[in-house]
C-alpha cells in the first residue's frame, strides 16, 4: 500500500511539473508576441511624428517664399495648428489606440490642407515667373534676367521636396470580409475559407501616376501575421500577407485583395495595415466572433 501512495506521489509531481513548465513556455510566448505589437505600434507612432515635424518645417519654408501676407497669415495659422497636434502625439502613449487613430485622422486632414497650400503657392510662383518674363523683355541687362531664372530653379528645387510628400497614397474605406466555401460573408471565423480585403486608394493629382505595388497585412489576434513574404519598411523586412500591383491614374482606384484561409482563424481583433511606397497609407482594426 505504502508502495502505491509512493508512486502516485511521484506520478503527482511529475505532472505538477510538466504543468509549471507548460505555463512559463506560454507565458514567455505572450511576452514575445505583446513585445512586437507594441514595437510596431511604435514604429508608426515615431513615423508620425516625422510626417508632423516635416509638416511645420515645410510651412516655415513656404513662408519664405511668398509676399503674400494673407496667404502667410494662413500657413502661419495652419502651422501652429500642426504643432500642437504635434505636441499632442509626443504626450500620448502608444497603447493608446482611440487617441492614436484620432490623430492620424488629424495627420491625413494637414496633409490634404498642406497639399492645397503647394498647389497655390506654386500657382503664384508661376504667375510670378509670368511676370518676370514679360518684364525681362523690357530691361537692358540680360545678366539681370539669367539672374532670375537661377533664382527661379532654386525655388522650384525647394518645392519639390514638399511636392513628395504631398504625393504619398492614402487608403480609404478599408473593409475585411471573411467569406466561406459558397463565397458569401461569414459570420464566424471558423467558417471562412477566404479573407478578402478592400480598400479605395484616394484622388492624388500631385502622385506620380504608374505602376505601384500595395503590400497587405494581416495581423491576427494572438499577433501573428498571416504571411505571404517580406518586404522593406522602416529599413528592415517585415512581413505581409498579400500584394497587389495596380496601375494609379490620381484617380480613386479600388483595390480587392485576397487570402486563402489553410488554417484555423479564432475569433477576435484583426489589425490590417496597407502599405505602398515605402509607407503606411492606411490601417484598420476589425472584431470578428
Request: hydrophobic share 40%; with cysteine.
Amino acid at each position: 500500500m505504502k508502495k502505491i501512495w509512493f508512486i502516485a506521489a511521484i506520478v503527482a509531481a511529475l505532472l505538477l511539473a510538466g504543468l509549471a513548465i507548460w505555463l512559463f513556455l506560454s507565458l514567455q510566448e505572450q511576452k514575445e508576441v505583446n513585445q512586437e505589437m507594441q514595437e510596431l505600434a511604435l514604429l508608426d507612432k515615431q513615423e508620425m511624428e516625422n510626417e508632423y515635424e516635416r509638416f511645420t518645417l515645410q510651412y516655415s519654408e513656404m513662408m519664405t517664399q511668398i509676399n503674400n501676407d494673407s496667404i502667410v497669415a494662413q500657413l502661419t495659422q495652419e502651422q501652429l495648428r500642426t504643432q500642437q497636434l504635434l505636441e499632442e502625439l509626443k504626450k500620448t502613449k502608444e497603447t493608446d489606440a482611440r487617441e492614436i487613430a484620432r490623430l492620424k485622422k488629424e495627420l491625413a486632414t494637414v496633409r490634404d490642407v498642406l497639399r492645397s497650400y503647394i498647389r497655390q503657392v506654386d500657382s503664384l510662383n508661376q504667375i510670378n515667373e509670368t511676370l518676370r518674363s514679360e518684364n525681362s523683355q523690357i530691361r537692358d541687362e540680360l545678366a539681370e534676367s539669367n539672374r532670375e531664372k537661377v533664382n527661379l530653379a532654386s525655388e522650384k528645387a525647394s518645392l519639390s521636396e514638399k511636392v513628395a510628400i504631398a504625393a504619398q497614397l492614402d487608403a480609404t474605406g478599408i473593409a475585411m470580409t471573411p467569406l466561406n466555401k459558397r463565397n458569401k460573408a461569414a459570420k464566424k471565423m471558423k467558417d471562412c475559407k477566404q479573407i478578402q480585403v478592400s480598400f479605395t486608394i484616394a484622388k492624388n493629382v500631385t502622385a506620380t501616376n504608374g505602376q505601384r505595388t500595395v503590400y497587405v497585412r494581416i495581423q491576427t489576434p494572438n499577433g501573428d501575421v498571416l504571411n505571404g513574404g517580406t518586404f522593406n519598411y522602416e529599413d528592415r523586412q517585415i512581413e505581409y500577407s498579400m500584394k497587389k500591383t495596380i496601375e494609379y491614374s490620381g484617380e480613386e482606384t479600388a483595390v480587392a485583395t485576397y487570402w486563402d484561409v489553410n488554417e484555423f482563424l479564432s475569433g477576435g481583433d484583426y489589425r490590417v495595415s496597407i502599405f505602398s511606397d515605402g509607407n503606411m497609407i492606411g490601417t484598420k482594426t476589425f472584431s470578428f466572433k
